[in-house]
C-alpha cells in the first residue's frame, strides 16, 4: 500500500506552492509520484530519489578525487576552517530552512564572517532600492482576489516560476476576480517574445538596457505629460496607452525579475518601478513584487532582518554587523581577495558566479554543504551532503511575498543522512569550544 | 532553582498598596513568596533603592513582519549603534526598530519583563512567533488583527456574534494569539482599493458594513468569550486633525457592555495610543488638544482602559495595519513608503518620521500625550506606552516617566521648543502642575496594564503568588533628586528577576531567561457553519491551504497556555 501525503510544499522557487501532493511508499522511505507540481517542482522531489545520490560526506585529495568522510570528520574540518579564518564567506541560505539560517547566523556571530545570500546575484538591487523608496506591496492573496491589472517587467514566470500565473497572477478567480483571465488586462515588458510575453495582453519589447527610461516615461504618461516619439524603442502612443490602462484598473500589480534588477542600471531601474507604484497609488490601488527564485530566499533576508537588521551582505567580521553592497558583498569580497575561507549551503555559486570568483572559491578552503553535486562541490575542497529540506525534513520557508509557510516531510533520508540543521548545530558547538565561548 | 531576598528597598507595589515603604521581597521557585518561605537565600541589598515588579508593555510593535520591514528597509537606523556580542549577549543594532536581541535586552534594561506585541496578521503568525522566540528574557504574546477580516466582516454585518466568536477561538487557535486586536476597522479593507473609512458611520466598500458594527460586534464577541483582554483598539481617522470626535464615537459603543471574564478585568475595550486620536481642528494649522473631551470621557466610564503613546520628539520609525494611515503619511513627509496588504485578513504601512522639537504640531503631540496621563484620574486605566516605535522608540519609557513626575523637566522641554507660544496656545499642558508619583507610575507601567490584559494573576505586583519578576533600580525617592536622575535610574536597572532568575545583575545582563510565550486557547461551542466557512474560504480565496495555515507547535519553544472556557 501507498500512502499519499496532501498539502506538500514545493521547494523550489519563490512561488512556494503548497497544494502538493506526493505518494510514498507504506515504509515511508520512497517517494514514488509527486501530483500538481510543475515540471521542476516534481523533479526536485524525485531528484531525491536518485540511486547514485551522494549520502556521505566527501573530502578532496591531493590528487582531485575523493575521499569520503565521516559527518564527524565533516563538522570537525569546517569548524577548523571558520574559526581558523579571519573573515570567512558564508554564502548561499537560499534553499533551506529559516531554523537552519538562524543557526548559522549564530555560527557566523561566533566566527566573524561575512553572511551573504543568493539576493546579492539576484534581488540584491531590489532590496537596495527598497531601502531608497520603499515598497508597496500585498501578498498574493490580494493579486489574486482583486488585481485587473498585471505588469511582468523583465521577468519570465512561463518558465522560471511556472504555477505562479495560474495560482495567483493571471488565470485564478478570486473574490472581486471572478472572471479570472477575462477580467484582466496583461502587460509584458521585456526585449525577448518569451512565453509569458505570448499570453500578454501588450507586450512591449523593449530595447534591452533601456528599462530605467521606460518606466521614467510612464509617470510621465500618468501625469499626461509630453513624451518623445519613441522612449527606449517602444513608440509613445504605446506608452500612453499602457499608463492608462494601468491607471484605469482597480488595482494594478507589478511583477519585476532579473532581466530589470541585473541589467544596466540596476537598483535605479527598482526605485523607477517602485515610484512608478508609488505614482499610480494616486490614481487607483497599486502594488509590486520581486519575483524571488530560490523557495527560501526571502526567509533568510528576514532572518538576518530580525537578528542583524539587514537582508543581506551583513559584515559580522568586525564583531558587529556591517551593511555595504559593493564592499560586503560576495563577488566584491572573493575577486578583492578579502575572505579566506567559503562555506557554502543552498545555494549554487559555482553554476552562478562570474568565473573569476569561482577560481577564488577554488583557491581556498571551502565546505560545500549541499544535498546535490553542483559545480559548486566540483570546486570546493569538502562536500556535505544532506537531507532535502522540504522533501525529508520540514522547517519554515518565506514565500516571495514574505508569507512564511512551513514545508514538510514526506519521506526519510537515506540511513545517516545529517540535515542542514543538524549539521550546522554540531559545526555551532565546536566552534564555540574552538573559539573558548 | 535559586532562592533570592531582596532587602530593605523601597518597594512600589499597587498590588499590596506598598507606597515607598521599606520592606523585603522575596522570591522562591519563579514566584513571590512570604519572606517566611526562604530557607537559605540570595540576598540582594536594595537600600535605598526602588523596587518594582517587573514592567508589563500593553502596546508595542516589537515582532513580526512589519517590524521587519522596518528593520530592513532602514540601514540608516542601524548607524552607529550596531554593538559586538560580550559575555552572554549576541550582536545587536537598531535604534527606532532594534533586532529582536537588542528588544529583549533593552526591555530587561528598563526593568521590563512582559512585553505584547500589538498586531500580528494571521498569515504571518509563524513569522511573528520566530521573532518573538529569538527576544531573549521577554515573557511575550501577540495580538492577532481582527477589524478588516472578511469572516468578522461577513459575520458581523448580520450581527452574527457567535459565529464571530466562534471564529476568533479558532484563530486565536491557529495563530496562537493572545487578544483580540482591531485596526482602523473596515478602512484597512477599503485600503484594499485605495479608499479608508474616516469615521465610525463611513460604510466599507462591498462589505456594506459600518466600523460601529464591526466596534461593537467585536466588544460584544470577546466578551461572549470571556477572553483574559478586552477588545483592543486602534479607531478610525488616526492622526488627523479633529479626530477627536470619531475617538469618542468609538468610545461610546462600548457604553452598555459589561465585562465577562474571569481574568480580573474591569474594561471591556482597550483603547490604544490614545495620543494619536485626540486632536481638534481642522487642519495641521489649527491641529489642538482635545486631551480633556477625551479624558473627561474616560475619567467617568470605568469600562475604558486606554495607553498613552507618547510623542518622544525623536527620529523613529512609524508602522501600522492602518495602511491607509501610512500612505496619507508619505504622502505628508515623503520619505519611503512600505506597504503590505494581507489576503482577506489586513493589510500595514511602514514609514520612517522624525519628530521634530522645531515643528509645532510635533510639539503639540507631545504635550497632548502627557495631558492624558496628567488628566487621569485612575492611573489603573491609562498606561504609559509610546507606540513603539510609532511615536517613539520604547527605550524613551523612563524620559516619560521623567516628563510625568516632574513639571521643572517639562518645562525645560517647552523652552527647547522652536514654537514654544504656538505650542502652548493649541494646548493644556502648561498649565498643568500635577507631578505623578513612583506609585503612580507603578500603576501604569505594571499593576494596571496586568490587570488589562487579565494577567494580573501572574504579573504587575510583587503580592505572594505572582511571578517572581521585580525590578531594582538605582532610586532613592527620599533623597532629592534632579529630574534626569529620574530617567537614568529607571532606564538602568540594577537588578531584574524573571520568573525567579535574575537575568540582569549589578546592570549587567547575566541570564538569558527562560522567555515564554503566552497564547489563548479560547474553547467554543462547535460550530459547524464556521469551520464549513472557514474550509470554503480557504479553498476558493486563500493562497495557503487550511492544512499549511495554522502553525505547529516548535515555533513556540516555551508556551503558556491560557486556557478559556466558553462552551455553554
Not at chain 1, 500538481?36 to 556521505?56: P, V, W, Y
Not at chain 2, 522641554?413 to 513612583?438: P, S
Not at chain 2, 505572594?464 to 537614568?488: H, M, Q
Amino acid at each position: 500500500m501507498t500512502k499519499t501525503v496532501t498539502d506538500v510544499i514545493c521547494p523550489f522557487c519563490g512561488t512556494l506552492c503548497d497544494d502538493l501532493e506526493v505518494v510514498v511508499s507504506d515504509d515511508g522511505k520512497q517517494l514514488l509520484e509527486v501530483y500538481n507540481a510543475c515540471a521542476i517542482g516534481a523533479e526536485k522531489f524525485l531528484h531525491s530519489q536518485a540511486k547514485d545520490r551522494i549520502t556521505r560526506p566527501r573530502m578532496r585529495q591531493e590528487d582531485g578525487t575523493w575521499k569520503e568522510i565521516t559527518y564527524d570528520e565533516a563538522v570537525e574540518y569546517t569548524a577548523n576552517m571558520l574559526a581558523d579564518a579571519k573573515k570567512p564567506l558564508m554564502y548561499g541560505w537560499s534553499s533551506t530552512n529559516c531554523e537552519a539560517q538562524a543557526v548559522g547566523a549564530e555560527i557566523g556571530e561566533a566566527v566573524g564572517a561575512v553572511m551573504d545570500n543568493t539576493a546579492t546575484v539576484c534581488h540584491g538591487t531590489s532590496l537596495i532600492a527598497v531601502q531608497d523608496i520603499g515598497i508597496p506591496s500585498c501578498t498574493l492573496g490580494e493579486v489574486k482576489n482583486r488585481a485587473d491589472r498585471v505588469l511582468f517587467w523583465g521577468c519570465n514566470p512561463a518558465h522560471a516560476h511556472p504555477r505562479h500565473m495560474s495560482r495567483y497572477s493571471i488565470f485564478p478567480r478570486g473574490f472581486f476576480t471572478g472572471k479570472g483571465h477575462t477580467g484582466r488586462k496583461v502587460i509584458v515588458v521585456d526585449p525577448r517574445p518569451t512565453d509569458t510575453a505570448s499570453l500578454a495582453d501588450i507586450h512591449l519589447q523593449i530595447e534591452q538596457g533601456h528599462d530605467y527610461e521606460l518606466f521614467d516615461a510612464l509617470r510621465v504618461a500618468f501625469k499626461g505629460e509630453k513624451l518623445p516619439d519613441v522612449v527606449a524603442g517602444i513608440p509613445k502612443e504605446k506608452i500612453y496607452e499602457v499608463a492608462e490602462t494601468l491607471k484605469s484598473g482597480r488595482f494594478a500589480i507589478i511583477f519585476f525579475g532579473m532581466g530589470v534588477t541585473q541589467s544596466i542600471g540596476k537598483n535605479h531601474n527598482i526605485d523607477a518601478a517602485i515610484a512608478v507604484t508609488r505614482d499610480l497609488n494616486e490614481y487607483t490601488k497599486a502594488a509590486i513584487m520581486p519575483m524571488r527564485g530560490h523557495y527560501n530566499v526571502t526567509g533568510s533576508g528576514q532572518v538576518w532582518g530580525w537578528q542583524f537588521g539587514f537582508p543581506f551582505a551583513v559584515d559580522l567580521s568586525r564583531g558587529f554587523a556591517r551593511y555595504n553592497p559593493g564592499e560586503t558583498t560576495s563577488n566584491d569580497l572573493l575577486r578583492r581577495d578579502e575572505v579566506d575561507a567559503v562555506f557554502v549551503l543552498g545555494s549554487d555559486p559555482g553554476a552562478h558566479f562570474p568565473f573569476n570568483s569561482v577560481k577564488k572559491i577554488y583557491d581556498l578552503p571551502s565546505v560545500v554543504i549541499d544535498p546535490h553535486e553542483t559545480p559548486t562541490s566540483e570546486v570546493c575542497k569538502v562536500h556535505v551532503p544532506v537531507a532535502f529540506v522540504g522533501v525529508e525534513i520540514g522547517g519554515c520557508a518565506y514565500r516571495m511575498d514574505n508569507v512564511p509557510i512551513e514545508t514538510r516531510k514526506v519521506v526519510d533520508a537515506p540511513e545517516g543522512m545529517m540535515t542542514d540543521e543538524e549539521f550546522l548545530t554540531r559545526v555551532l558547538a565546536r566552534v564555540k569550544e574552538l573559539k573558548g565561548v | 532553582m535559586a532562592e533570592y531576598l531582596i532587602k530593605n528597598g523601597f518597594i512600589f507595589d499597587p498590588v499590596l498598596g506598598i507606597k515607598g515603604d521599606v520592606a523585603d521581597v522575596a522570591i522562591k521557585d519563579g514566584k513571590i513568596v512570604e519572606t517566611t518561605a526562604l530557607s537559605s537565600p540570595k540576598v540582594i541589598d536594595a537600600t535605598g533603592k526602588t523596587v518594582m515588579a517587573g514592567g508589563v508593555d500593553v502596546h508595542a510593535h516589537v515582532a513580526g513582519p512589519k517590524v521587519n520591514i522596518g528593520r530592513n528597509f532602514r540601514p540608516e537606523d542601524k548607524l552607529f549603534n550596531c554593538t559586538p556580542g560580550h559575555g552572554i549577549e549576541r550582536m545587536q543594532g537598531g535604534f527606532s526598530v532594534p533586532t529582536t536581541i537588542r528588544t529583549g535586552y533593552n526591555y530587561a534594561h528598563m526593568g521590563y519583563t512582559t512585553v505584547m506585541e500589538a498586531a500580528m496578521p494571521p498569515l504571518y503568525a509563524r513569522h511573528t512567533h520566530e521573532e518573538m522566540r529569538d527576544t531573549p528574557i521577554l515573557d511575550q504574546g501577540a495580538y492577532p488583527v481582527f477589524g478588516n477580516n472578511w469572516f468578522v466582516l461577513e459575520y458581523l454585518k448580520n450581527h452574527e456574534i457567535e459565529n464571530t466568536a466562534a471564529y476568533i477561538a479558532w484563530l486565536l487557535r491557529a495563530t496562537k494569539g493572545y487578544a483580540v486586536k482591531v485596526v482602523n476597522p473596515g478602512g484597512t479593507e477599503a485600503w484594499g482599493w485605495g479608499l479608508n473609512c474616516d469615521n465610525v458611520h463611513d460604510p466599507v466598500p462591498y462589505f456594506d458594513i459600518t466600523p460601529a458594527q464591526i466596534i461593537k460586534g467585536l466588544i460584544e464577541a470577546n466578551e461572549y468569550l470571556g477572553l483574559p483582554h478586552s477588545m483592543h483598539m486602534h479607531a478610525n481617522n488616526l492622526g488627523n486633525p479633529g479626530n477627536y470626535t470619531t475617538t469618542l464615537d468609538s468610545f461610546k459603543l462600548s457604553e452598555g457592555i459589561k465585562p465577562n471574564s474571569k481574568f480580573g478585568r474591569d474594561q471591556v475595550m482597550h483603547h490604544t495610543h490614545v495620543q494619536f486620536h485626540s486632536y481638534g481642528g481642522d487642519s495641521w494649522a489649527n491641529v489642538e488638544s482635545r486631551a480633556k473631551d477625551i479624558m473627561g470621557y474616560v475619567n467617568s466610564h470605568d469600562n475604558i482602559t486606554i495607553d498613552m503613546g507618547q510623542v518622544t520628539l525623536d527620529e523613529t520609525t512609524t508602522m501600522t495595519a492602518d495602511g491607509p494611515f501610512e500612505h496619507h503619511l508619505t504622502e505628508l513627509n515623503h520619505l519611503k513608503w512600505a506597504n503590505a496588504d494581507v489576503e482577506l485578513e489586513t493589510g500595514s504601512g511602514v514609514v520612517p518620521y522624525l519628530y521634530s522639537p522645531n515643528i509645532k504640531v510635533c510639539g503639540i503631540q507631545w504635550c497632548i500625550g502627557l495631558e492624558l496621563a496628567l488628566l487621569a484620574k485612575d492611573p489603573m486605566r491609562i498606561f504609559l506606552t509610546t507606540d513603539h516605535p510609532n511615536a517613539g522608540p520604547f527605550i524613551r519609557y523612563p524620559r516619560i516617566m521623567k516628563w510625568l513626575m516632574s513639571q521643572e523637566a517639562r518645562d525645560q522641554q517647552f523652552d527647547a521648543f522652536k514654537y514654544k507660544d504656538k505650542v502652548i496656545e493649541a494646548t493644556n499642558l502648561a498649565g498643568m502642575d500635577r507631578e505623578l508619583n513612583l506609585y503612580e507610575i507603578a500603576q501604569m507601567t505594571r499593576a494596571g496594564p496586568a490587570k488589562s490584559l487579565g494577567l494580573s494573576h501572574m504579573y504587575g505586583g510583587l503580592a505572594p503568588g505572582l511571578d517572581g519578576d521585580v525590578a531594582v533600580y538605582d532610586f532613592n525617592p527620599n533623597e532629592p533628586y534632579a529630574p534626569d536622575d529620574i530617567e537614568k535610574a529607571f532606564s538602568n536597572a540594577k537588578h531584574l528577576f524573571k520568573s525567579g532568575v535574575q537575568v540582569i545583575s549589578d546592570h549587567e545582563i547575566a541570564n538569558n531567561g527562560n522567555k515564554r510565550t503566552l497564547w489563548v486557547n479560547a474553547k467554543a461551542n462547535e460550530n459547524p457553519q464556521v469551520m464549513r466557512d472557514i474550509k470554503e474560504k480557504f479553498l476558493r480565496y486563500y493562497t495557503v491551504t487550511l492544512n499549511n495555515y495554522e502553525g505547529s507547535g516548535h515555533y513556540l519553544r516555551n508556551p503558556h497556555v491560557i486556557e478559556v472556557d466558553a462552551t455553554q
